[in-house]
C-alpha cells in the first residue's frame, strides 16, 4: 500500500444479456457498513497475522486513495498499486475480494476487468494474493507455515 492509483474506471454493463457487470470504483464512507462485514467474513483472522493490519487500516487506505474499492451486486474487491522491492517493478494487487455468495470469485471472474485497469494505471503485472488457496503438501511437511499464496500474472 504505497502507492496511490487511480485506475481509469469502466463502466461497460452486459445487464441485458444475464452477465455481471464490471465492477465499479466507490467510496468506502458510503460502503463501509456493509464492506466491513464482508472483510470480517473473509479475512480478519488473517490480517495481523499477515500484515500486521487491521481492519480499520483498509478502511484508510481506501479513504487516503492508496487502494480502492470495487463494487458489484455480487460483493466488492480492493486493489493498492506495489511496487516490488528489489525490481521496482510495478503491480496491481487484489489485495482483498469478497462475494455474497460463497465460491464466487470475483477477482477471477473480473480477471480482463483487473488487467485493463492495471494496463490503463501503467502497471506491469496483476498480483493475487489469498490466505485460502492450498499449498503443496510437500511445502507444509518441510516445516513451512502457510501464510498466504501470491498468484501473478504478466500483463
Not at 503438501?137 to 504478466?154: D, H, I, L, M
Amino acid at each position: 500500500m504505497e502507492e496511490s492509483i487511480k485506475p481509469i474506471v469502466s463502466q461497460e454493463t452486459n445487464m441485458e444479456q444475464g452477465e455481471c457487470s464490471d465492477p465499479v470504483l466507490a467510496n468506502i464512507r458510503e460502503h463501509w457498513d456493509w464492506v466491513k462485514e464482508g472483510i470480517i467474513e473473509a479475512v480478519a483472522d488473517y490480517l495481523v497475522e499477515l500484515d500486521g493490519l487491521r481492519i480499520e487500516d483498509i478502511y484508510a487506505a481506501c479513504a487516503n486513495n492508496q487502494a480502492q474499492l470495487w463494487i458489484t451486486e455480487d460483493g466488492f474487491v480492493i486493489t493498492t498499486g506495489v511496487t516490488e522491492q528489489y525490481t521496482n517493478e510495478r503491480l496491481l494487487l487484489i489485495w482483498i475480494a469478497w462475494a455474497r455468495t460463497r465460491g464466487r470469485n470475483l477477482a477471477v471472474a473480473h480477471t480482463p476487468f483487473f488487467e485493463k485497469q492495471a494496463k490503463d494505471a501503467g502497471f506491469s503485472k496483476l498480483q493475487l494474493k489469498t490466505v485460502t488457496s492450498e499449498v503443496g503438501e510437500y511445502v507444509e511437511a518441510n516445516g513451512w507455515e502457510r501464510k498466504e499464496t501470491v498468484f501473478t500474472r504478466n500483463l
